[in-house]
């Protein structure tokens, strides 16, 4: 085993160590590590996405989704974390387009069928959240 896996897993635990306890500053930095050493890990910019988002960083937390969803594009739940980071910084057309990439990916994937009705009620299109993409 080389050594930057095993460094990538150590930052990687010891960033959810500090997330797990609350404390989010110590955690986005090891994130921020473990995007340095996998650039194009698109779990590495999830993890940074999340805590980013739960910590109100959501332009941020946009940009880590962002980069996650094009290093994995074909999975949906790539799409619809950045639907949620959207839809938090009040982008609910940029949400919807998201949305619509994950409901294509996986149509029957629950919870964005559920988000995708929300923000279509709010982005005026409640005629189209109910309808297959």
């Not at 094009?70 to 950045?82: G, S, V, W």
Request: aromatic share 6%.
């Amino acid at each position: 085993m080389s050594e930057t896996p095993l460094n990538l897993q150590q930052m990687t635990g010891l960033a959810r160590q500090h997330q797990a306890a609350g404390r989010f500053s110590e955690a986005a930095r090891c994130f921020r590590e473990v995007v340095q050493i996998a650039p194009r890990s698109a779990p590495a910019w999830t993890d940074l996405g999340a805590l980013l988002f739960m910590a109100g960083q959501v332009a941020e937390a946009i940009n880590a989704f962002e980069k996650a969803a094009a290093l994995d594009p074909a999975n949906a739940a790539m799409h619809f974390n950045l639907a949620l980071a959207l839809s938090g910084a009040g982008e609910n057309g940029r949400a919807l387009e998201a949305l619509d990439r994950a409901l294509r990916l996986q149509p029957g994937y629950a919870e964005a069928w559920n988000q995708r009705g929300g923000r279509a009620a709010v982005d005026g299109e409640r005629g189209r959240g109910g309808g297959r993409v």
